[in-house]
């Protein structure tokens, strides 16, 4: 296995500020994820863009104590989310996978197999992880672009700092490797459907996923 490299920077030039998430119902949309309770984490916005399959990301969760994984992946389904995996224990700790009404794909997860402390609905950490083909070459396009890499796993996993006015942490993941942790086929076309919001000029990824500019204190919202 190749060994963990750190990369350190003493400034981030560019940071993922927003993740905005392309639903064909945006009013259904905003009741799911205010009751699933991420809703100040993303935008929305509504979009009839053509989506089958995997598309090719998912949005995750790392929260306390197993059961404050359970409360979220309760409250995804009440209201209306799909169980891909149900919650379970694991070698690096507990979590499960839900797809939302609008198909995006949430993982919530922690490192802790024992609560410690009563459920809570907080977010520790968001995170995008985008499946990609080449973990190096998108690395590096997204390295000449302004971001700081924070830890990378040779071809494998690489995941990018991120400051003080980013809600979100940007992770590159093998695209089939990420599609069999989520628990679906990695077979999938057409729109992404989200769009990554950057304090860079706007521009597209070599595995078409498409940032915009955004001032880097604007907050999520709907």
Same mark, same amino acid.
């Given at each position: 296995?190749?060994?963990?490299?750190?990369?350190?920077?003493?400034?981030?030039?560019?940071?993922?500020?927003?993740? @905005?998430?392309?639903?064909? =119902?945006?009013?259904? +949309?905003? &009741?799911?994820? #205010?009751? $699933?309770?991420?809703?100040?984490?993303?935008?929305?916005?509504?979009?009839?863009?053509?989506?089958?399959?995997?598309?090719?990301?998912?949005?995750?969760?790392?929260?306390?104590?197993?059961?404050?994984?359970?409360?979220?992946?309760a409250?995804?389904?009440?209201?209306?989310?799909?169980?891909?995996?149900?919650?379970?224990?694991?070698?690096?700790?507990?979590?499960?996978?839900?797809?939302?009404?609008?198909?995006t794909?949430?993982?919530?997860? @922690?490192?802790?197999?024992? =609560?410690?402390?009563? +459920?809570? &609905?907080?977010? #520790?950490? $968001?995170?995008?992880?985008l499946?990609v083909?080449d973990?190096?070459?998108?690395?590096?396009?997204?390295?000449?672009?302004?971001l700081?890499?924070?830890?990378?796993?040779?071809?494998?996993?690489?995941?990018?700092?991120?400051?003080?006015?980013?809600?979100?942490?940007?992770?590159?993941?093998?695209?089939?490797?990420?599609?069999?942790?989520?628990?679906v086929?990695?077979?999938?076309?057409?729109?992404?459907?989200?769009?990554?919001?950057?304090?860079?000029?706007?521009?597209? =990824?070599?595995?078409?996923?498409?940032?915009?500019?955004?001032?880097?204190?604007?907050?999520?919202?709907?």
């Open positions: 296995m190749t060994d963990m490299a750190t990369t350190a920077s003493t400034a981030v030039h560019t940071v993922l500020a927003s993740v @905005t998430l392309e639903v064909a =119902d945006l009013e259904a +949309a905003r &009741r799911f994820y #205010d009751a $699933f309770g991420v809703d100040t984490y993303i935008r929305l916005r509504a979009s009839e863009g053509h989506s089958t399959g995997f598309r090719g990301f998912t949005l995750a969760l790392t929260v306390s104590g197993p059961a404050t994984v359970d409360g979220f992946v409250a995804a389904v009440d209201a209306g989310a799909t169980v891909l995996k149900p919650a379970t224990k694991s070698l690096w700790g507990y979590g499960g996978v839900v797809q939302a009404p609008d198909g794909i949430w993982k919530i997860a @922690t490192s802790a197999k024992k =609560d410690t402390g009563p +459920a809570t &609905r907080e977010i #520790d950490e $968001f995170v995008l992880l499946g083909q973990v190096k070459a998108t690395k590096q396009f997204y390295v000449d672009r302004g700081a890499v924070a830890k990378s796993f040779g071809g494998k996993y690489a995941e990018f700092a991120s400051g003080p006015s980013s809600p979100v942490k940007l992770a590159l993941y093998k695209h089939r490797a990420l599609a069999k942790d989520l628990g086929p990695a077979d999938g076309t057409g729109s992404h459907r989200i769009v990554l919001g950057g304090t860079v000029d706007a521009f597209t =990824d070599p595995d078409g996923f498409a940032w915009e500019t955004v001032a880097p204190s604007s907050p999520a919202q709907s």
